[in-house]
């Protein structure tokens, strides 16, 4: 019977799945991200954090520990290196699941699973973008016309008077219409009578 084992078991015997997710979590160090389904990835998650934490202590016996998971000396060395100092104030949580579709072969739910710190493209997006203050070009006019009202306290009305004469229409608005009626043709002027 397989009471209480609820851990997934991808299909594969426990030295198969050891290795899988061994491999899995050295790439995973190495590269930073990679793409897998989202079972695996799930699996992997489970197996990999509690290496990292591990990894946040550097003494000789994390390091033993963390090399009997992966018996390879280069994501060690790089785990404890790089990744460990750099994820050190986080209380874990040290993967992201991002979900990319089905896969066309076989449809199996792929994902792609990185590391939180590692992802570039979200912090170039984070950091704050420097813009200028930019300033309206309607207050460089308001700021002219005030400092001339309050240099000139009365206007010259000389000035004005001569500027703002009245245009008198002397055309009658009849004779606009006489005038578009001799304009049209003969047909035009019989459609408008009838």
Do not use: C, M, Y
């Given at each position: 019977m397989r009471h209480?084992?609820?851990?997934?078991?991808?299909s594969r015997p426990a030295s198969h799945r050891k290795a899988l997710l061994s491999n899995q979590a050295?790439?995973?160090?190495?590269?930073?991200?990679?793409?897998?389904?989202?079972?695996?990835?799930?699996?992997?998650?489970?197996?990999?954090?509690?290496?990292i934490t591990k990894a946040k202590q550097d003494s000789?016996?994390?390091r033993r520990v963390v090399f009997s998971y992966f018996q390879d000396k280069e994501p060690v060395k790089l785990l404890f290196n790089e990744v460990a100092p750099k994820i050190g104030d986080r209380p874990g949580g040290y993967t992201r699941i991002i979900r990319l579709g089905n896969r066309l072969g076989d449809n199996a739910e792929m994902c792609m699973m990185e590391?939180?710190?590692y992802n570039t493209y979200l912090q170039k997006a984070a950091e704050p973008k420097?813009?200028?203050?930019?300033?309206?070009?309607?207050?460089?006019?308001?700021?002219?016309?005030t400092t001339v009202s309050s240099e000139k306290t009365q206007p010259n009305t000389q000035d004005m008077a001569t500027q703002a004469k009245p245009v008198e229409n002397t055309q009658v608005e009849g004779a606009d219409e006489q005038e578009?009626?001799?304009?049209?043709?003969?047909?035009?002027t019989n459609k408008q009578e009838e």
């Open positions: 209480g084992k609820k851990f997934n078991h991808l050295k790439s995973l160090i190495l590269h930073k991200r990679i793409i897998t389904t989202v079972a695996k990835a799930k699996a992997l998650r489970k197996f990999v954090e509690p290496i000789t016996h994390a590391l939180v710190d420097q813009t200028k203050a930019r300033t309206r070009r309607g207050k460089g006019k308001l700021g002219a016309t578009a009626l001799d304009t049209q043709s003969p047909e035009q």
